[in-house]
């Protein structure tokens, strides 16, 4: 079989998984649609606009063309943001064969028709959703590239797929876990950059630590609560992709959703916010998709309530605590069902 691996786009994160690639395989290619950013990889082997001061390991070649990018790969990496995967995967379909590994690293959903990213990849290119898998975790590219300590996780409905994308990426910097929960993985891994604003707005407005760890674990509450109305297994929450992530997106200046959310609680608008982040801050269409899957299924989702109001209807994010505070008097620990009891105490 081929060494080569093919990753598709040239993002922070997309990167940052090229250089893991790299130690691994000895072919790494990136596919990116900006000619000059191809140009800096290949000649200069940095990739400065979205890690400045990296140096690439030189066996990571960039093309802005699809073919030369996935033709003759052993396994395709898919980093592009939620709002491209649909057209990236199209493009990658006439390229695609059916022995090829397909990965994907992107946390959020399909605004439009709030579907998962494996969906969507999976109907581009005409296979069974079984056969894609999705990487996820507490993993900030900025430290990735560092060659930092970082464990993350692999979720596929084939445990063989799992197994092939463990394989690919796992070296002593990259440590990296199987889990047959597709649907919980991805589910936690979009959710958890919503509470990762929450907790920026909270930092923001100077409110300190008692009210982000409140954030994270209540956050983590709805993220489960929404993931089991949507088929998950609630152990995944538990897991890497689930508090682990959020914990490390709600608590880092490296998250853009922590900065973008910090920007907003001192009171910066949201497209200045935007304007200023120069990259893609998932949290904000995930806010917008999971608001209408919870009002659909009528999960209760507070959190995300408030943030969708400061986000798309005005709301101060002061009111929008004030509102949250505010609220009837609850049980902290929900009815559960018997089968869920027994999974947390096997």
Same mark, same amino acid.
């Given at each position: 079989?081929?060494?080569?691996?093919?990753?598709?786009?040239?993002?922070?994160?997309?990167?940052?998984?090229?250089?893991?690639?790299?130690?691994?395989?000895?072919?790494?290619?990136?596919?990116?649609?900006?000619?000059?950013?191809?140009?800096?990889?290949?000649?200069?082997?940095?990739?400065?606009?979205?890690?400045?001061?990296?140096?690439?390991?030189?066996?990571?070649?960039?093309?802005?063309?699809?073919?030369?990018?996935?033709?003759?790969?052993?396994?395709?990496?898919?980093?592009?943001?939620?709002s491209g995967m649909r057209e990236v995967s199209r493009s990658l379909k006439a390229y695609w064969k059916e022995d090829m590994l397909c990965v994907h690293a992107t946390k959020g959903f399909e605004t439009e028709t709030m579907k998962r990213m494996s969906t969507?990849?999976?109907?581009?290119?005409?296979?069974?959703?079984?056969?894609?898998?999705?990487?996820?975790?507490?993993?900030?590219?900025?430290? &990735? +590239?560092?060659?930092?300590? #970082? *464990?993350?996780?692999?979720? @596929?409905?084939?445990? =063989?797929?799992? $197994?092939?994308?463990?394989?690919?990426?796992?070296?002593?910097?990259?440590?990296?876990?199987?889990?047959?929960?597709?649907?919980?993985?991805?589910?936690?891994?979009?959710?958890?950059?919503?509470?990762?604003?929450?907790?920026?707005?909270?930092?923001?407005?100077?409110?300190?630590?008692?009210?982000?760890?409140?954030?994270?674990?209540?956050?983590?509450?709805?993220?489960?609560?929404?993931?089991?109305?949507?088929?998950?297994?609630?152990?995944?929450?538990?897991?890497?992709?689930?508090?682990?992530?959020?914990?490390?997106?709600?608590?880092?200046?490296?998250?853009?959703?922590?900065?973008?959310?910090?920007?907003?609680?001192?009171?910066?608008?949201?497209?200045?916010?935007?304007?200023?982040?120069?990259? &893609? +801050?998932?949290?904000?269409? #995930? *806010?917008?998709?999971?608001? @209408?899957?919870?009002? =659909?299924?009528? $999960?209760?989702?507070?959190?995300?309530?408030?943030?969708?109001?400061?986000?798309?209807?005005?709301?101060?994010?002061?009111?929008?605590?004030?509102?949250?505070?505010?609220?009837?008097?609850?049980?902290?620990?929900?009815?559960?069902?018997?089968?869920?009891?027994?999974?947390?105490?096997?």
């Amino acid at each position: 079989m081929s060494d080569k691996v093919a990753l598709l786009v040239a993002g922070s994160w997309g990167t940052a998984l090229a250089t893991v690639l790299a130690a691994n395989h000895p072919q790494v290619h990136m596919w990116t649609r900006n000619p000059g950013q191809a140009e800096e990889i290949n000649l200069k082997h940095t990739n400065d606009h979205y890690l400045p001061g990296i140096v690439l390991p030189d066996n990571i070649v960039a093309t802005t063309s699809m073919e030369e990018a996935v033709t003759g790969a052993k396994a395709v990496v898919i980093v592009a943001p939620s709002s491209g995967m649909r057209e990236v995967s199209r493009s990658l379909k006439a390229y695609w064969k059916e022995d090829m590994l397909c990965v994907h690293a992107t946390k959020g959903f399909e605004t439009e028709t709030m579907k998962r990213m494996s969906t969507v990849i999976a109907e581009e290119l005409g296979c069974d959703e079984g056969r894609i898998v999705v990487l996820s975790g507490p993993s900030h590219a900025e430290e &990735v +590239v560092r060659h930092c300590p #970082t *464990t993350v996780v692999v979720a @596929s409905q084939s445990e =063989k797929e799992a $197994v092939r994308a463990q394989d690919l990426f796992m070296n002593n910097d990259f440590r990296v876990y199987t889990n047959r929960d597709l649907v919980g993985v991805e589910l936690a891994g979009a959710l958890k950059n919503i509470i990762a604003l929450g907790a920026g707005m909270s930092d923001g407005l100077g409110y300190g630590d008692n009210a982000k760890a409140a954030l994270i674990t209540r956050g983590i509450a709805e993220i489960s609560r929404i993931g089991q109305e949507l088929g998950a297994n609630p152990m995944t929450f538990a897991g890497l992709a689930g508090i682990g992530d959020l914990v490390v997106t709600a608590t880092s200046q490296h998250s853009r959703n922590w900065r973008a959310g910090s920007m907003l609680g001192q009171g910066c608008p949201l497209q200045e916010v935007l304007d200023s982040m120069g990259m &893609v +801050v998932e949290g904000i269409r #995930t *806010t917008q998709a999971a608001y @209408s899957i919870a009002t =659909k299924l009528g $999960v209760q989702m507070p959190i995300t309530d408030q943030i969708y109001h400061v986000l798309f209807q005005g709301r101060s994010p002061r009111d929008a605590v004030e509102a949250l505070m505010g609220r009837d008097p609850k049980a902290e620990l929900e009815k559960i069902t018997q089968e869920t009891w027994e999974q947390w105490h096997t």
